[in-house]
């Protein structure tokens, strides 16, 4: 599946699974709500796991796919739920920034630079790498999933999404510091990270 449709499946998938929540609350909908629900959730842990494996080729498809199902439970969260409505933007923040470190990093002169502007102390640093924007998101919306499956009363498959999308940041997180790491090896002076 490529990239456009990788994404609609993000988007639809949290459409299903919205409505499934609406219609399981509504008399009469309840078995229609599990219906759309359950397609929900195997949607995406299906499409998060295709993502997952294309994690070291396309970085930014794992965040696009993260950060698009992010922005449609924004555009279906009810308005009067504003903790979780601030939670959502303040995640779209993140991610934002995220892509910024996404295209500063490729380009090697440019990260070179800016990393030289983020503190040496280890609490500012990951593996001797500038904690920036992209591990900033990544740390965030760790802990923002994680607090969400800690949550009781979630349904196991619900659950089961939750883990694979933690898996997806957990593996993005790690190819990017290996960008990081190649950069900085890069500007080392060395030719051939092989050698090593």
């Keep these: 599946m490529d990239r456009i449709g990788l994404l609609d499946s993000v988007i639809i998938s949290e459409a299903d699974i919205a409505q499934g929540r609406i219609w399981l609350n509504t008399d009469g ?22 993502v997952q494996k294309v994690t070291s080729e396309d970085l930014e498809l794992v965040i696009l796919a993260e950060y698009t199902f992010i922005a449609q439970e924004l555009a279906l969260c009810d308005p009067m739920d ?21 295209e500063a990093i490729a380009d090697i002169t440019l990260y070179k630079g800016a990393e030289m502007t983020h503190p040496h102390s280890a609490k500012y640093r990951i593996k001797d790498m500038p904690k920036d924007a992209f591990h900033i998101m990544c740390i965030a919306h760790r802990a923002r999933l994680n607090n969400i499956l800690k949550s009781p009363g979630i349904n196991l498959s619900e659950k089961n999404l939750l883990i694979q999308r933690l898996e997806n940041i957990n593996a993005a997180q790690l190819v990017y510091l290996d960008k990081q790491e190649r950069i900085n090896y890069v500007g080392s002076g060395e030719t051939n990270r092989s050698e090593v």
């Design 29 to 50: 909908m309840e078995r229609e709500g599990r219906i759309s629900y359950q397609r929900g959730l195997t949607m995406a842990i299906d499409t998060f796991k295709t």
């Design 82 to 102: 504003s903790q979780a409505t601030s939670s959502l933007k303040n995640a779209m923040q993140s991610f934002d920034d995220a892509f910024l470190a996404l």
